[in-house]
Antibody, heavy 121, light 110 residues
Framework: QVQLQESGPGLVKPSQTLSLTCTVS??????????WNWIRQHPGKGLEWIGY??????TYTPSLKTRVTISLLTSKNQVSLKLSSVTAADTAVYYC??????????????WGQGTLVTVST | QSVLTQPPSVSGAPGQRVTISCTGS?????????VHWYQQLPGTAPKLLIF???NRPSGVPDRFSGSKSGTSASLAISGLQAEDEADYYC??????????FGTGTKVTVL
């Protein structure tokens, strides 16, 4: 059974870089079969797809692409998210999720429980 | 605001059938991109409910069904149960915005 667990600072100062990791168990992230996503949810709001990492390359949502980097730490079986120059608008619950790209399209089948990051002084 | 529009809320009595629409455009659903649905119970992470417009992952009750036509998709819940009270999100691909989620719908069981 695949499990994902997000971790990182719950409080980040404005203009700094938000850094989160997602530890994956029950499967290797380096197999190349899956797309490793980050998705966020502002308090009381809907879901926003941030981007993914795959062996074929990374893809990010246009509104964040200048500030975001998603990468793999294969030795630790972790997925990393870095979001630079954060503001209060980046306060959200951040989820990591495993993605599948097949004949049924692109979707996320396993999700972490999410971690709340607050941007504040 | 998302390019995939859902009604903010729907409600129904136990046992009833409710449907949630996901309205897009010619740059996403209407372009032929698949639609997926997620259920988010209060205080929990989203869970995949329907993938590829109509397919249910293992373990999802057949009370949940999906469909797609033109620039819209729908999620139907038949035999509504108290445990179905949650937020529901559609997801698809937009040629300008990449992967996008719908605005979300809160289902209330009366």
């Amino acid at each position: 059974q695949v499990q994902l667990q997000e971790s990182g600072p719950g409080l980040v100062k404005p203009s700094q870089t938000l850094s989160l990791t997602c530890t994956v168990s029950g499967g290797s992230i380096s197999s190349g079969d899956y797309y490793w996503n980050w998705i966020r949810q502002h308090p009381g709001k809907g879901l926003e797809w941030i981007g993914y990492f795959h062996n074929s390359g990374s893809t990010y949502t246009p509104s964040l692409k200048t500030r975001v980097t998603i990468s793999l730490l294969t030795s630790k079986n972790q997925v990393s998210l870095k979001l630079s120059s954060v503001t209060a608008a980046d306060t959200a619950v951040y989820y990591c999720a495993r993605g599948i790209y097949d004949s049924s399209g692109f979707y996320q089948d396993y999700w972490g429980q999410g971690t709340l990051v607050t941007v504040s002084t | 605001q998302s390019v995939l529009t859902q009604p903010p809320s729907v409600s129904g009595a136990p046992g009833q059938r409710v449907t949630i629409s996901c309205t897009g455009s010619s740059s996403n659903i209407g372009a032929g991109y698949d639609v997926h649905w997620y259920q988010q119970l209060p205080g929990t992470a989203p869970k995949l409910l329907i993938f590829g417009n109509t397919n249910r992952p293992s373990g999802v009750p057949d009370r949940f069904s999906g469909s797609k036509s033109g620039t819209s998709a729908s999620l139907a819940i038949s035999g509504l149960q108290a445990e179905d009270e949650a937020d529901y999100y559609c997801q698809s691909y937009d040629s300008s915005l990449s992967h996008v989620f719908g605005t979300g719908t809160k289902v209330t069981v009366l």
